[in-house]
């Protein structure tokens, strides 16, 4: 389960890599992720490990989403979702087109924030969701209380679409096609790289 799904390196933070997650070998390290009181929006905040390690065991076994354990330099640093957002989440919420792929992600808690870890987490993820030439774009549903990442996400070239209801929560439908996400972060990437 450990194998290396996508790679990217940032310039300044260092290698991002993304694993498939292990339900059984991750729950507990993902348990103090999800429950974190900065992970509020995560919406696990009582759960326990075997509630955790079932959830992805659940995604795991799901044939439409699946979860990524990802990596600063060798350590766990984020978790990812991909999804179908015409199975799973926003079934009946939006018009799907072929080539949508869904995305959750969450940083793990720090004792040290790190400036631009957040940018390049999300970065990175949309860097691999994009390396797949099926992916056209990307659908995203925040919570629409969570106006933190609704501002990361238009830096990466997330349009808001409109706010859905959700039996969980009302959400920020948000769409990001591959050329906004290049155009939001391509000058960023390059900078300093010579031909």
Known sequence: MNETVFART???????????????????????????????FWMMQDADVAEVAQAYREIAEHPHHDAFIGLLDGHPAFLAERYDPARVELVGLYVPQPGDVGMHFLCAPADTPVHGFTRAVITT???????????????????IRNTAVHTLNA????????????PEKDALLSICTRDRFLDSTEPAATRGVTA
């Open 125 to 143: 993820v949309m860097a691999w969701l994009f390396a797949d030439p099926a992916t056209l774009r990307v659908v995203v549903e925040p919570d």
């Open 155 to 166: 830096a990466v070239g997330f349009e808001a679409v409109r706010t859905i209801s959700k």
């Open 10 to 40: 940032d310039e300044r933070l260092g290698e991002f890599t993304l694993r498939p997650l292990d339900p059984a070998a991750d729950a507990e390290l993902v348990h103090g992720w999800v429950t974190h009181p900065k992970a509020a």
